[in-house]
């Protein structure tokens, strides 16, 4: 399979990309509680090991992306939905016919500069990446390789 690339949100609050990181173990992170339908077909359909991320940092003074990140653990069935005591909980998910899936991602790269949503949106060349896009609040969405190679430019890597 070819390497796909992927813009991956997170609100600042749950983990940042220091966080993911210092703050997890093998700077690893299990992107948990997606609970929106094409996100999740993205998770369960498309994404897999080696996919390349830009780890996209949200709800925050300065939503942007931070640096790259790595899928290490293709789909499997979201846990969280399966526990009655996480927010995330969700009573028509069964072990056998789970209805929330979730992936591990691995802290890759930082980006030399912090590439801010308001420079996204002033490239011209990215008017058509899905993240500047009006209205488009996806947590997970793909990315074309050379709106990546882009992206990656502009963060100084």
């Given at each position: 399979?070819?390497?796909r690339y992927w813009l991956m949100?997170?609100?600042?609050?749950?983990?940042?990309?220091?966080?993911?990181?210092?703050?997890?173990?093998?700077?690893?992170?299990?992107?948990?509680?997606?609970?929106?339908?094409?996100?999740?077909?993205?998770?369960?359909?498309?994404?897999?090991?080696?996919?390349?991320?830009?780890?996209?940092?949200?709800?925050?003074d300065e939503p942007g992306i931070?640096?790259?990140?790595?899928?290490?653990?293709?789909?499997?069935?979201?846990?969280?939905?399966?526990?009655?005591?996480?927010?995330?909980?969700?009573?028509?998910?069964?072990?056998?016919?789970?209805?929330?899936?979730?992936?591990?991602?691995?802290?890759?790269?930082?980006?030399?500069?912090?590439?801010?949503?308001?420079?996204?949106?002033?490239?011209?060349?990215?008017?058509?990446?899905?993240?500047?896009?009006?209205?488009?609040?996806?947590?997970?969405?793909?990315?074309?390789?050379?709106?990546?190679?882009?992206?990656?430019?502009?963060?100084?890597?």
């Open positions: 399979m070819p390497v949100k997170c609100e600042f609050s749950e983990c940042s990309f220091d966080d993911l990181k210092h703050n997890r173990p093998d700077s690893t992170g299990k992107w948990r509680g997606v609970r929106n339908y094409q996100a999740r077909n993205f998770i369960r359909d498309d994404m897999g090991m080696g996919d390349t991320v830009l780890f996209y940092q949200s709800n925050c931070a640096g790259l990140a790595e899928i290490v653990r293709a789909a499997y069935p979201d846990p969280t939905a399966l526990d009655p005591n996480s927010n995330y909980y969700d009573d028509k998910s069964t072990p056998d016919a789970p209805r929330w899936f979730s992936v591990d991602v691995k802290w890759k790269k930082a980006f030399k500069t912090y590439v801010h949503l308001k420079d996204l949106k002033a490239n011209p060349e990215l008017g058509e990446m899905l993240v500047v896009r009006r209205g488009q609040r996806l947590s997970i969405q793909p990315v074309r390789k050379r709106e990546f190679e882009i992206v990656c430019k502009m963060g100084g890597v």
